[in-house]
């Protein structure tokens, strides 16, 4: 139950991030920045409020609920750009007739930018992910992110570079390098970045080295708006035996269909194959939002179309549907 509980929860992260090299264009705050490298050169100012509820069904455990709060906001002036958020998460696995408690994760993070000049621009950034598990040896652990950021701004185009350093378990040794180069397009209606990231290996985490590639965008228009993202990483499962691959594709059309509301529908295309593990995922979603005056109310809903846990051979099929209420409002 626990390796397949495990998996499960890697597709079903806290937070919603997107832009690592450029700051968020669209018209609605649920997504968030992901680098201290987009939020350098952010200008939005807002706070967004949001509850999650899933409710999943994985082959061999009857059910699993799981609940998140999240928080989040951001406030930009000339020099300065600050993005925060919180989320927080309780799952139970339910194998019948026993109820589990599977656990609680809790994550804040923190980023800043700095723009003294106009060409240039720094970040710095922290992430801390606490993770309390009634699963397997019950172990209770943070993982920790430390990320440093500079861009060049020329006109429309921006370069940039961060190095990240990341602690994936307090509970053991070893912590390994994120370093990223990335270049991305700006303007009033279109954001465009793409680069690629090198993780280093780690022995005493049993990590071999990694490499990925990204490429996404926003594009608006009068009434509509188009987001898509492309992630691909790939290196060694470790240091034995076994390779290391990730893929994750994202797309989503808003359609403005009165002066304040709005639909949105999307997909989203998941799957990480680890060693002789494997966990896919293909996901629907719907969102149907107000705004009006900065103000912005969303009801969202996400249905698993087709999902798939393979743990040492052995299959098994995953269902799930997830239900959002999401409520912001823009400076």
Not at 105 to 122: K, N, Q, V, W
Not at 168 to 195: C, K, M, N, W
Not at 259 to 281: A, C, D, H, M, W
């Amino acid at each position: 139950m626990s390796k397949k509980i495990l998996s499960f929860l890697v597709l079903t992260q806290l937070s919603v991030f997107a832009n690592r090299v450029m700051p968020e264009v669209s018209k609605d705050m649920k997504t968030r920045n992901s680098s201290s490298m987009a939020v350098a050169n952010e200008r939005r100012s807002y706070l967004d409020v949001a509850t999650f509820g899933y409710d999943a069904e994985i082959e061999g455990v009857d059910d699993l609920d799981s609940s998140d709060f999240d928080i989040n906001g951001a406030f930009a002036n000339r020099w300065l750009s600050v993005e925060f958020g919180y989320s927080e998460n309780a799952s139970f696995g339910e194998t019948e007739p026993i109820l589990t408690e599977v656990g609680y994760r809790r994550e804040a993070t923190l980023l800043l930018g700095f723009r003294p000049i106009d060409m240039f621009s720094f970040g710095l950034g922290y992430r801390n992910l606490e993770n309390d598990s009634n699963l397997g040896n019950k172990k209770n652990f943070n993982r920790y992110e430390v990320e440093a950021s500079t861009t060049f701004n020329y006109e429309r185009i921006v370069f940039g570079g961060a190095y990240k350093y990341v602690k994936p378990r307090s509970d053991q040794h070893g912590y390994y390098s994120d370093i990223t180069f990335g270049t991305g397009y700006l303007d009033e209606v279109l954001s465009f970045e793409a680069g690629i990231s090198f993780k280093t290996k780690s022995l005493e985490l049993s990590r071999g080295d990694r490499m990925e590639f990204f490429i996404g965008g926003t594009r608006r228009f009068h009434n509509m708006e188009f987001d898509t993202d492309l992630e691909y990483e790939y290196g060694d499962g470790g240091y034995e035996s076994g390779d290391y691959n990730r893929y994750d594709f994202s797309f989503d059309f808003e359609y403005l269909i009165t002066k304040f509301i709005y639909l949105t529908p999307g997909f989203r295309l998941q799957k990480i194959e680890l060693n002789n593990s494997e966990v896919s995922s293909q996901l629907l979603s719907f969102d149907f939002g107000y705004r009006e005056d900065g103000l912005e109310v969303t009801f969202g809903f996400e249905k698993l179309i087709s999902g798939d846990i393979i743990i040492s051979g052995n299959s098994n099929d995953i269902d799930l549907f997830k239900f959002t209420v999401d409520a912001g409002y823009s400076f």
